[in-house]
């Protein structure tokens, strides 16, 4: 098992650095612009010059990785906040992004697993139809759309919620408090309904492949009622794909949805990458897409590991 | 001896005699007979199956009727083509003239005004029935066919001053404009008017006397004070007039010596065919003259005046074309390389999956950012798009193909073809990859939904730009629609259908499909 993780990870490191560089290239030969104000030009060109911006591209790369490795310098903004480090700016957006996307997942897991359980215990009952039809339209209609229906509704009809999330100075001050939380509420609305009709799907279609097993039957034969031999048995086998589903959604949360950030003007990760094109401030794009890929990746890695974990059959078969 | 025996131990009628046998079928050829029925191959054998799935059938008429709609709108559409725009009426609501006296789709929109406003709103109807300036009431005014307020809802007091709620015609509430003509125009609008009887010129508006709140605004035909209430001078001095008072408003045109209104004003220019003249103009009727018909967009305009139903079916065009191109493409692709993949196995399988892996590493968003930035000007938004797509859209698709091969490559058919002597490519097109056919066309089906909700993100987002004066796709129109719902959520709430329409009947569709092809499924049904 220790040899196989440690496989995967080496594997994910070097994809990693292929997407990385291929990147490093076409971002770099992108020209740069310069800030209007005319002694921040010769400030910012002289900065340029020093940090190697000139030189050629392979050594150009070669800086890079050493600044990485180094120093975990993933170079500088140079205009979406002024010289600070990008590695900062990027962390700096991510508390809000994963806030909102955890609040999400936390209210999605609960409803989702609890309809999925419901219409796989009730299938081709009506609460399995009115399950099943919901979650098809649910899956299948596009984020924004919820989230302008959240946004009708919970502020221009009902007048319940703000119509952004607050900013920082609004809420306190900090991401924590109860104002920053309240104005959390719509977006979190608008991503989990998409989350919880997955989540629906995915565990009614494990739940009725395993409660029509053979080990169901014998657990019925042997004298357990039908609600013993679905939670003791049916339900710990279908969550075997389920719970990796569930850690992999855990670590998509650090991506989480740029169209919901930027329409409810969330300040997290995936505003800031939009951001980081209009502005073309490539140090920060370039560190926000190592994020993206990194994050991806890891999702993927867990996701296989997580299964040796849970499964032994699966670790074995692993040997 | 033995046989004889026997023969005399039989009954006595079974005893026939040798002589009246006679062959059957001597000198005839012997063949199976021809089945009654007709064979029943892989895809009617899916489509009968398709055809028991309401929800998918349902679903394919749907994508059908929306295909239909793209293709066909702008076709019987003979009034105007896709480039047809007004800026005045850019942002209005649905409007039909059939469907405006049941009280839908009138152009209408319900708004807060306070008493000036409504009376300004009010009176553009009263100036319309004023075309001489011999004066109109209030009655004539409220029932004119110009009348932009349909119907107040409500009254209520707000901070000590009556609030109105009232729907208003979005297209009448343009009103009254000035417009710079020549004279030759002028002279065919006079002669448009005395031909159709539609008054398009109105009598221009003394804007010097102290009586005319705004010189630009052509609405303020009435007499106002400095805070543009309207005001009546009959008794010798300024005395404001409110909604109820009955008191008719008081006109403010610009009279000649013998107390005529004027309908032109020169303004500049030489000669008689270059020289401008200052008309006011109501704009509902000088549509009318421009265009020969009223305005009348069933799903209303959008943000720069076209026609929003005829944005919509180009929009429904490019959007599927893109996404049946990128569907293809990752079809051929993916087919071919998870085939050589799945087929040869080995070192050839790993290296190719190692190339897929780490391709399918790269976040579809930055890719299409990257490819945009780099292309889209030397290539075109579109073609950037599809390639963005493609590069990474080809891998499921592959390591479906893959898997299937695995499953068949050592089936005994595929033995016995080779044994005869096939080659690899004729195994691989002609015994295998049919067999899989059926769960590739089932993913390249379920990518359209997924490259349209990816287009309509990009958009969204900003990070690809596909809207032109002919050209847009549904993102576009969302996007644009973005900033401004609020206020036109006809903008936000027609594309969104159409687009949620689309994602959720191709789901269906796909997933009809895959239980029509999958075999696994045979018998399952009841």
């Known amino acids: 098992m220790a040899k ?33 104000d005319k002694n921040q030009q010769a400030l910012i060109l002289a900065r340029w010059e020093a940090l190697g911006y000139n030189e050629p591209l392979l050594i150009q790369y070669g800086i890079y990785l050493r600044n990485i490795f180094t120093a975990w310098d993933f170079g500088t903004s140079w205009s979406i906040s002024m010289l600070t480090p990008a590695w900062e700016v990027v962390m700096d957006r991510l508390l809000p992004t994963v806030l909102v996307n955890l609040y999400s997942l936390i209210l999605s897991i609960p409803f989702g697993i609890g309809l999925g359980v419901l219409a796989a215990i009730k299938k081709n009952k009506w609460q399995d139809h009115v399950i099943s039809t919901l979650v098809m339209l649910f899956v299948s209609i596009p984020s924004y759309v919820y989230a302008f229906l959240v946004q009708y509704f919970l502020y221009f009809k009902l007048g319940w919620f703000p119509l952004n999330v607050y900013s920082l100075a609004d809420a306190g001050g900090s991401w924590f408090t109860w104002k920053m939380f309240y104005s959390m509420i719509p977006p979190v609305f608008a991503l989990s309904f998409g989350t919880i009709a997955g989540l629906t799907r995915f565990t009614r279609a494990e739940l009725t492949e395993t409660l029509t097993s053979d080990y169901m039957l014998l657990a019925r034969t042997k004298g357990l009622t039908r609600a013993q031999a679905t939670t003791r048995h049916a339900l710990k086998n279908a969550m075997v794909p389920i719970l990796p589903m569930i850690i992999s959604s855990f670590i998509g949360i650090l991506g ?52 040796g974990f849970i499964d032994p059959r699966i670790r074995m078969g692993e040997k | 001896m033995d ?50 799935n309401k929800a998918s059938v349902v679903a394919a008429v749907i994508i059908l009727a929306i295909v239909l709609y793209a293709i066909f709108v702008p076709l019987f559409n003979f009034r105007y083509d896709a480039s047809f725009m007004d800026t005045y009426y850019s942002k209005k609501g649905p409007r039909n003239l059939i469907l405006r006296e049941i009280g839908i789709a ?25 075309a001489d300036g011999e004066g109109a009431t209030w009655e004539e005014g409220k029932d004119s066919y110009y009348q932009p307020i349909l119907k107040i809802k409500n009254e209520y007091m707000q901070a000590g001053k009556t609030v ?24 065919n609008i006079v002669a448009w008017q005395e031909e159709t009887g539609i008054q398009v010129l109105y009598p221009l508006v003394d804007t010097a006397n102290g009586y005319c709140y705004d010189a630009t605004d052509a609405n303020y035909w009435y007499k106002t004070d400095a805070k543009a209430n309207p005001v009546t ?59 020969g018909f009223e305005p009348e967009y069933i799903f209303g305009t959008d943000s720069q005046g076209y026609d929003l139903a005829l944005r919509l079916a180009s929009g429904i065009k490019l959007s599927l074309l893109v996404a049946i191109s990128v569907s293809l493409i990752n079809f051929l692709i993916g087919a071919i390389y998870g085939a050589i993949e799945g087929y040869y196995g080995g070192a050839i399988d790993l290296f190719l999956e190692r190339i897929a892996d780490i391709l399918s590493g790269v976040p579809f968003i930055v890719v299409a950012t990257l490819f945009q930035i780099h292309l889209a000007a030397s290539w075109g938004p579109i073609p ?3 390639f963005a797509f493609v590069l990474t859209g080809w891998i499921g698709t592959s390591s479906r193909v893959r898997t299937q091969f695995y499953r068949f490559k050592n089936q005994e058919y595929v033995m016995a073809a080779r044994t005869l002597g096939a080659r690899d490519r004729r195994i691989i097109w002609k015994h295998i990859f049919p067999n899989s056919l059926g769960t590739i066309i089932t993913s390249s089906v379920l990518v359209i939904p997924s490259v349209i909700f990816s287009e309509s993100m990009l958009s969204f987002l900003g990070i690809i730009n596909l809207g032109g004066s002919t050209m847009t796709s549904l993102g576009t129109l969302l996007s644009d629609a973005s900033s401004i719902w609020t206020n036109y959520p006809h903008l936000m709430i027609i594309p969104a259908i159409v687009i949620s329409l689309l994602m959720i009947c191709f789901n269906l569709f796909g997933n009809g499909l895959r239980d029509a092809f999958n075999p696994s499924l045979r018998g399952v049904e009841e």
């Open chain 1, 256 to 307: 989480g949805s740029m169209i919901i950030e930027q329409i409810f003007s969330i300040p997290g990760v995936g505003q800031l990458y939009i951001r980081s094109i209009t502005f073309r401030d490539y140090d920060v794009f370039m560190m926000d897409s190592i994020f993206y890929t990194f994050v991806g990746l890891l999702a993927g890695i867990v996701v296989d590991i997580s299964y």
């Open chain 2, 384 to 386: 950037s798009l599809l």
């Open chain 1, 4 to 36: 196989y993780v440690l496989k995967r990870i080496l594997l994910m490191f070097f994809t990693l650095f292929v997407i990385t560089t291929i990147c490093f290239v076409l971002i770099r030969i992108l020209p740069r612009e310069l800030p209007q």
């Open chain 2, 233 to 291: 001078t009959k008794n010798g001095e300024d005395k404001s007039i409110s909604l109820d008072d009955g008191v008719p408003l008081e006109d403010n045109y610009k009279r000649d010596a013998d107390g005529n209104v004027i309908y032109y004003e020169y303004t500049g220019g030489g000669d008689a065919t270059t020289a401008q003249y200052k008309v006011r103009i109501l704009y509902y009727n000088y549509y009318r003259y421009v265009n």
């Open chain 2, 164 to 187: 109105y709620s009232a729907k208003i015609d979005t297209y009448l509430e343009v009103g009254f404009l000035y417009r710079s003509i020549q004279q030759s125009e002028y002279a």
């Open chain 2, 3 to 52: 046989n004889e025996n026997k023969q005399t131990n039989l009954p006595e009628e079974t005893k026939i005699p040798k002589e009246k046998f006679a062959f059957a079928n001597v000198g005839e050829k012997l063949s199976d007979k021809k089945f009654d029925t007709k064979p029943i191959g892989y895809f009617k054998d899916a489509w009968i199956r398709f055809r028991k």
């Open chain 2, 106 to 130: 009138d152009g209408g929109m319900t708004r807060d005004f306070n008493e000036r406003a409504l009376i300004k709103e009010i009176a553009k109807g009263i100036g319309a029935e004023d």
